[in-house]
């Protein structure tokens, strides 16, 4: 059983990442290479500032940046080289997501009993875009490079968080129904939000708005196909090698 | 045929209960190395896609 779910996992995580890679590099790609000549020029117009940006971030850089704004006497950190190497390793990223997702899709329509097909995976990925994609979008929208936000453990916390109550109260509502999982599911729905996200910075910036809008669109855009393909051939895959079993027993 | 029945749903829940434990722990170690693994070397690889899947990103 555990073969026929990591298997079904490795296609439809592959499938969805050439499918949500593609969709990168033509929409949101072109957006994070405009945002980050933004935040280069800010950092050579504002030198001193920038340095102590760049501590903040442990050297972090963006591969634009002059190597003599890291103070020099810090060695650069490895990155891909822009272009296609750049490429590539954003396809790879795409492809150990989307594994990494197809197998909890997998766990979760395994412990909830669904026979995995391309409706109930289609179904249970909708509902995973809304928890990981959507739900932590609500409190922290999708930035391009150089938007200043909250200290990164907050953020990561306070998605973490969101993305496994919005998970657990659509678990209640859609699966448990009765009525007190559906008013403890909304609960768990809302409470993220009550409690509120880390601020988002309302800093002036150089970045057009345009750009940080339509960033933001297209993201949630591709996430929801990257999880509706991982979902349909999810199902697909998990049919398939069912009968491919069968067939040889 | 009682006991047989039984052993049988036995092994299987046992067996669904391994592969959903399994998937849950490959799946978070993925995802968590595409997303939130802090090494330089990791973040700037997976730059571009954590900024798309609006992944929290330095």
Request: charged letters at 10%.
């Amino acid at each position: 059983m555990i073969i026929r779910l990591v298997s079904a996992a490795l296609v439809a995580g592959f499938l969805a990442a050439v499918v949500a890679s593609g969709l990168q590099f033509a929409l949101t790609s072109p957006l994070i290479i405009a945002a980050e000549r933004y935040e280069t020029q800010a950092s050579t117009t504002a030198p001193h500032f920038a340095s102590l940006v760049v501590r903040v971030h442990g050297g972090h850089d963006h591969g634009t940046k002059d190597p003599a704004v890291n103070g020099g006497e810090v060695a650069p950190e490895w990155q891909p080289g822009p272009g296609l190497p750049r490429m590539a390793f954003t396809a790879l990223a795409t492809l150990v997501g989307g594994v990494g997702y197809a197998l909890l899709l997998g766990a979760v329509l395994l412990a909830c009993g669904r026979e995995p097909t391309p409706e109930t995976g289609l179904r249970f990925a909708i509902a995973g875009f809304l928890a990981v994609a959507l739900a932590p979008a609500l409190g922290l929208p999708p930035e391009l490079p150089g938007m200043e936000a909250a200290p990164l453990a907050e953020r990561q916390f306070w998605w973490v968080m969101t993305a496994a109550a919005t998970a657990m109260g659509l678990y209640l509502i859609a699966l448990r129904r009765s009525t007190i999982a559906i008013a403890g599911g909304l609960v768990l729905l809302v409470a993220p939000h009550l409690a509120g996200a880390p601020e988002t910075s309302h800093a002036a910036s150089a970045l057009p708005a345009g750009y940080a809008a339509q960033f933001a669109a297209r993201s949630l855009g591709i996430a929801f196909v990257f999880w509706a393909v991982i979902g349909l051939a999810y199902g697909w895959a998990w049919t398939l090698f069912g009968r491919k079993a069968t067939a040889h027993a | 045929m009682t006991t047989s029945t039984l052993v049988l749903a036995g092994t299987r829940t046992n067996e669904r209960l391994g592969a959903v434990l399994v998937a849950a722990f490959l799946g978070l170690g993925l995802v968590f190395m595409a997303g939130f693994a802090p090494a330089m070397a990791l973040h700037n690889a997976a730059h571009d896609f954590r900024h798309t899947q609006n992944f929290p990103c330095h």
